[in-house]
């Protein structure tokens, strides 16, 4: 499909730099037009033939359209070839490979003076404001071991008591325990070019602790590790007052001279254990991506995870890297080096994880089948993914620092916050919009306005369908005035086209070229306006459905009655039926079958065409709100 722009499985996306960072289209010019003749070499296509045309390919246009949509918004392009040596690899199951490639086995004596265990979960920032988190860290790796966010919460309608709860809170982070051990976020690898410097896998000792405190209230942790070789390390998570901005500090320190310059290669895991945020099987989630400067455009690529897939790559960029780490369809943590860091960071990657704790939870019943079991296949153990930055910092010489900054995003993927946060985090957002995401993002603007004056976000996307319809009605009203005069010309000449039809039956070019004679004489011919509401409407509609489809501000938003979430299909009551063909039904949602009536009645009020092939078009048309409904039962309730 050209005129799509490029996007591997890893959902790459080139966007403009700067402010605007929707992605830059390049016009295409279309082969025909669906109210147009096609041309032919010598003579136009007649017009019975061209009833016929526009009889089977509308519907299928629009048939066709909506299925690119929904199941291949983006087409694949051919896998980046590694271009950089962290080439990270999935975290094999005991005997199949080792975790990260280049990364030293734990075949050390520990330290002498390591720390004692260390494992708590500690509130961090101000109850009521941005920023407010349930954090637990392990001194095992001096890391993140879960994350949860304050302010957000699992389901919709909770009662005060039961929002503070933190187990009610959104999760964004948590331990995996893998084959190889425990892995967390801000996790670092040390690797076999490092392993003269570091010694015993930074990942496995335990770290020094430190909780830092202001104002009575915990603001961070503070991790250092003396490797007891002449280099130590320490890691210091802050919170930003106001903000979903975590910094982190990782400082290296130097007391043997000939290793002054030197650049132990480290790797950084920024964000671990995200799961998905929303019930959502036609999103993709969680995913891991980057963000890097090329030239004057925006890079962004993601991998989303494939459950019961093994697999690990580097992702393209070496250098000028600004964001990396994981988000799911409304949540995300992004790590973002600053100025000094971006040299720092060479190179980064994917990799999934294999998860024995689930393995253990989903164990297979030795009476059932294998198809019986297929939910508790093992293989499904690779149900994680997450990224890795590849660190070269050069060391200091003796009683010298060299230090990497991190600026931690993590909080909701609305395009206001990641835009107060950082413009480049914006790419994200466009990276879900794809390639409308101009016409996405304004229509979002839109909304945002009307949600302003009316305080519901449903009654705004009915304010802003309507808009829609208004801007679009002097191009409709256009097309219908357009083809209800050509309607009349082919009513005055059909009698003509099929005496021409019987008396050159025999000779179909001869045929083609009297009927073309006619039509050209009395004006005939399809008018090319006829098809411009269509080229105008399907850029709007593709748009409207992807912004109505990834929009933060529809998460947990109520409606009217029951629809409680206009994020979720509106769920009126449970079903579980099991239909022949149709597969498990779990709800009766009631919103996809009243837009299916409204639309066949919008259809049956309509004026009917005087023309017997126009006529036959329309009543294969009116099969199209049924299969939308059926494509549409378990969408969110908000695009219905």
Not at 25 to 30: G, K, S
Not at 305 to 321: A, H, K, N, V, Y
Not at 435 to 447: D, R, V
Not at 462 to 468: M, N, Q
Request: aromatic residues 10%; charged residues 20%.
């Amino acid at each position: 499909m050209r005129g799509f722009p490029t996007c591997s499985s890893t959902g790459r996306t080139s966007l403009s730099s700067g402010s605007n960072t929707t992605g830059r289209l390049r016009p295409r010019p279309f082969e025909a037009c669906l109210n147009f003749p096609n041309f032919w070499p010598t003579v136009w296509r007649p017009a019975a033939d061209l009833s016929l045309l526009v009889e089977k390919r509308l519907p299928l246009f629009f048939l066709l359209s909506f299925l690119i949509l929904v199941m291949w918004p983006t087409p694949p392009e051919p896998k980046v070839a590694p271009r950089i040596p962290m080439v990270l690899t999935p975290d094999f199951p005991p005997g199949m490979g080792p975790a990260i490639e280049g990364v030293s086995p734990a075949t050390q004596t520990r330290p002498d003076k390591e720390a004692e265990p260390w494992r708590e979960t500690l509130r961090l920032g101000t109850p009521g404001e941005p920023g407010y988190y349930l954090a637990t860290f392990d001194s095992r790796g001096g890391v993140l071991s879960g994350l949860r966010l304050g302010g957000f919460y699992t389901e919709n309608g909770l009662d005060p008591q039961e929002k503070e709860n933190p187990l009610n809170w959104v999760q964004l982070l948590s331990e995996v325990n893998t084959p190889s051990g425990v892995q967390s976020s801000l996790g670092l690898h040390s690797t076999s070019a490092s392993e003269e410097m570091v010694g015993f896998p930074l990942d496995q000792v335990h770290w020094q602790h430190e909780v830092l405190e202001e104002f009575g209230r915990t603001v961070g942790v503070q991790f250092s590790h003396d490797t007891g070789r002449g280099l130590s390390l320490t890691k210091t998570l802050r919170v930003n007052p106001n903000s979903y901005d975590l910094t982190l500090d990782i400082e290296l320190r130097n007391s043997v001279p000939e290793w002054a310059g030197r650049q132990p290669r480290l790797i950084f895991t920024p964000a671990l254990g995200m799961p998905a945020s929303a019930d959502d099987s036609y999103y993709e989630e969680p995913r891991a991506g980057v963000s890097w400067e090329q030239g004057d455009e925006l890079e962004v690529e993601r991998q989303e995870l494939s459950i019961g897939e093994q697999d690990g790559e580097s992702f393209p960029p070496t250098r000028d890297i600004l964001w990396a780490g994981m988000d799911s369809k409304f949540f995300a943590v992004l790590a973002r080096p600053d100025d000094a860091t971006r040299g720092v960071v060479t190179g980064a990657g994917w990799r999934t994880l294999y998860d024995l704790n689930w393995v253990a939870e989903h164990p297979m019943d030795p009476l059932k089948s294998i198809e019986d079991n297929k939910e508790n296949d093992p293989v499904k153990g690779w149900r994680h993914v997450t990224c890795d930055l590849d660190l070269t910092a050069p060391l200091p010489g003796p009683q010298g620092v060299s230090r990497m900054t991190f600026e931690i995003y993590a909080g909701p993927k609305s395009s206001g916050l990641l835009e107060d946060h950082d413009p480049a985090l914006l790419s994200l957002v466009a990276g879900d919009l794809g390639f409308f995401s101009g016409i996405a993002s304004t229509l979002l603007a839109i909304l945002g306005f009307f949600h302003g004056i009316v305080g519901n976000w449903g009654w705004s996307i009915i304010c802003l369908t309507l808009t829609v319809r208004l801007a679009l009605f002097p191009f409709n009203r256009r097309s219908q005035t357009s083809m209800a005069r050509h309607a009349k010309k082919m009513k005055r000449v059909q009698p003509m086209l099929n005496e021409l039809k019987e008396k050159y039956k025999d000779n179909p070019q001869k045929q083609r070229s009297e009927q073309a004679r006619i039509m050209q004489e009395e004006g005939a011919f399809p008018p090319l306006g006829g098809c411009l509401p269509i080229f105008v409407q399907i850029p709007i509609f593709f748009g409207l459905f992807k912004a109505l489809r990834v929009s933060f501000d529809l998460r947990q938003a109520p409606f009217i009655g029951w629809v409680k979430d206009l994020s979720e299909p509106d769920r009126l009551m449970r079903l579980d039926w099991d239909l022949p063909l149709l597969g498990t039904v779990e709800y009766l949602n009631i919103l996809p079958p009243m837009m299916v009536f409204l639309w066949i009645l919008q259809q049956k009020v309509m004026p009917k065409p005087t023309d017997e092939q126009a006529l036959k078009m329309q009543k294969m048309m009116m099969w199209m709100p049924i299969v939308f409904g059926f494509f549409l039962y378990n969408y969110q309730s908000g695009l219905s």
